[in-house]
Every structure is written in structure tokens, then in C-alpha cells.
């Protein structure tokens, strides 16, 4: 009986001892903001994720509005409850930096997806797209709804925005080839990735520049509110608004003639191949060192770079033909 006693006491103590290894890992999926139909298909894929690779809970959090501030302090409470991840789409790459360095600190793992963090504040950048490609689609759309010459605006996210900054410098880039010298930027706005500000800008550029043919707005919160600012103003058919935006948003805008084409890489396949991306970095498969490969799951493999970042793919085109379909689902 002593031998059973101390047998069962055994299997007992172990299963004490390793009850908490057991337990799911808790991973943080910080969003810009909450409300946001981008980030709420991202979590969709995010939560399937979740469920393949099984013992995970992704926790979606995220400010009411897109600002620095509301995420730090979001992330200095998920600090507090030693999430196993902190998985993070920055409003601020530098302000966030310091918190996401004080949470590696303490093993979590930290990587950003959409919009970066600084190098020394997350181990991996997931980028939905390559940057030059954004930036060249976002000024093929312009051309091919505008024709070669006009005047254009760019209506974009905060001014701290990482992702936002980047496409909008690929954009200029690529506005300065010959191939494109007829279109000329007369100016950046920001809507915050608020949809009434947005609104409101959009407006603002219609009154400063009456010669303006388009606006390229490489936010989904931007694009939709300068789509319905200019059928409210009756632009349409005068001015042209194109960017990055869901086909479940745009379609309407599709089909009133505000909007001939707009872009976007699908944030189901983005949510989920984050929540992929940063199991492998709790299991110990990937440390975040250039050159190694992280699964993305379904999506595929990709590559880590010097800075430790990654890209999906290139941005899918919707217009006319296709939209409805995909509105869908996304």
C-alpha cells in the first residue's frame, strides 16, 4: 500500500509541477484601434490561428483611438499579467519601443506586424507586403484612374504612423520616375485613422486644391471616408480616390464611380500568420536572428532580413469585377 501511496503521490506532485507549463499561452494582439474592420478581420485570423496550433489564447486588445500613449499603457498592463506574447501593430514605432524592450526583458516575446516597431523594441517585423511594391501600386492605381496628368494628395494615418511613412516615401519615389513626372503631390494630410478627421480632410483638400483629380489614401479609415466625402460633395467622376481599403467597405464606393481600383493584402492570412510567426518564438524554434525561416502556417515560409523583418506578399487589386465577391469575407 506504501508503494501505491507514494506512487500515486508522485504522478500527483508531477502533474502539480507541470500544470502550469500546461497551461495555454496567453499571446497579446495589440491593435491601432479598436473598431477598426481592418484589424477586426486581422484578429478573425488570428483566432484561427489559435485554434490550429492549439494551447494558445490570443487576447484582443487595443486603444479606442490610435495613439502611442493608449498602447503603452495597454502594453504596460499586459507587462503586469506576463502575457506569454505581445504581438503589436504600432501607432508610434520609436514611443512604443521602450515598453516592448522592458517586456522582452522579462520573456515576453514581442514581435510587430503592419506597422513596425523600432529594431530594438520587437524580435521580428512582419510586413504584410514588400514596401517599393505598396508604394508602386499606390501610384499605378492614381495613373490608371486618372490618366497621366493631374494633381494628387495623399490622405494618411497619424504623422508617426511607421507603415504609413514608408509607402507614402515608395510613393514619392516612384511619382519622381519619368514614367509618372504628369502627376504632381501637392500635399500629406493626416486623419489619425479617424473616419471623422479623415472626412474632414478630405474635405479640406477639395477647398485648397480645385484642381485636384485624386487622393491616395493608404489607410482602409482613410480611404472610405475620403470615398464618402467626395460622393457627399459631389466629386465623383471630378476627383478620384484610391489606396488601401477592405472590399466589405469599399464595395459601395466601387460602384457609385468614386473609386476605380483600390489594393490591400487580405488581414485574415495577416492576423493569422502573426499569431504562426510568434508560437515559434515561445517554442524556442525561432530566436530572430537574419536568414532564419518562420512558417507562417498556411500562408507559407518566410525569410528574416538583417533588420529581422519578413514580407507576405504583394497587394491584391480590387475593382469592379471582383469586389463583391470578396466583400464577402473581408
Known sequence: MKKQFKSVLAVALVAALTS????????????????????????????????????IEVIYTGPAKATAEGQIEIVNALIAQKVSAIVISANDPDALAPSLKRAMERGIKVISFDSGVRKDGRM???????????????????????GSTGEVAILSATAQATNQNIWIDEAKKVLAQPAYKGLK??????????????????????????????????????????????????????????????????????????VKSFAIWNPIDLGYSSIYAVSQFISGKVTGKPGEKVSLGRVGTVTLDANGEAAMSEPFTYDATNVEKFAKFF
Not at 521580428?124 to 486618372?146: F, W
Open 124 to 146: 521580428m517585423q512582419l510586413n504584410p507586403s514588400s514596401n517599393p511594391l505598396i508604394g508602386e501600386k499606390l501610384v499605378k492605381m492614381t495613373q490608371q484612374a486618372i
Open 20 to 55: 502550469p507549463a500546461m497551461a495555454a499561452d496567453k499571446i497579446a494582439f495589440v491593435v491601432k484601434s479598436l473598431g477598426n474592420g481592418f484589424f477586426d478581420a486581422a484578429n478573425q485570423g488570428a483566432q484561427e490561428a489559435a485554434k490550429e496550433l492549439k494551447n
Open 185 to 258: 503631390l501637392v500635399s500629406v494630410v493626416y486623419g489619425d485613422d479617424q473616419t471623422d478627421k479623415s472626412y474632414r480632410e478630405a474635405q479640406g483638400l477639395f477647398k485648397s486644391y480645385p484642381n485636384l483629380k485624386a487622393i491616395i489614401a493608404p489607410t482602409t479609415v482613410g480611404v472610405a471616408a475620403a470615398a464618402k466625402a467626395e460622393q457627399d460633395e459631389k466629386k465623383v467622376g471630378a476627383i478620384f480616390v484610391t489606396g488601401l481599403g477592405l472590399p466589405s467597405e469599399m464595395a459601395g464606393h466601387v460602384k457609385s464611380g468614386a
